[in-house]
């Protein structure tokens, strides 16, 4: 191949001509974008694992909750009725629950 008329690319062109050079940037634009763990599917996967992560700890946090409300609820009593009236509205025998309901919750 002849050199190109421009300065410029006649002091790179040994370069650019140079086999393992023409090797080693085919493979980089293969690895950059045809192959499986391109930089966008690398990308990608660190975005779902960033938000994984993130609910990780939000049900990490949940799951210490329902563990201190648990052993509440087996240990005293009065816990446990009042949990069963708010959550699900149970009542005893002999008396009357009036749920009110907020308008604008609707």
């Known amino acids: 191949m002849k050199a190109p008329k421009y300065p410029i690319l006649q002091k790179i062109w040994p370069y ?8 080693f940037f085919g493979f980089l634009i293969w690895l950059s974008f045809f192959d499986r763990n391109d930089f966008i599917t690398t990308y990608s996967y ?4 960033k938000t994984v992560k993130k609910e990780k700890v939000h049900y990490e946090q949940g799951i210490i909750q329902y563990k201190n ?3 509440n609820l087996q240990t005293d009593k009065n816990n446990l009725e009042k949990y069963a009236r708010e959550q699900y509205l149970m009542k005893k025998d002999n008396e009357d629950v009036f749920l009110i309901v907020d308008g604008e919750n609707n």
Do not use: A, E, H
């Open 16 to 23: 650019v001509n140079n086999r393992y050079f023409l090797t």
């Open 46 to 49: 660190s975005q779902k694992l």
């Open 69 to 71: 409300d648990l052993k």
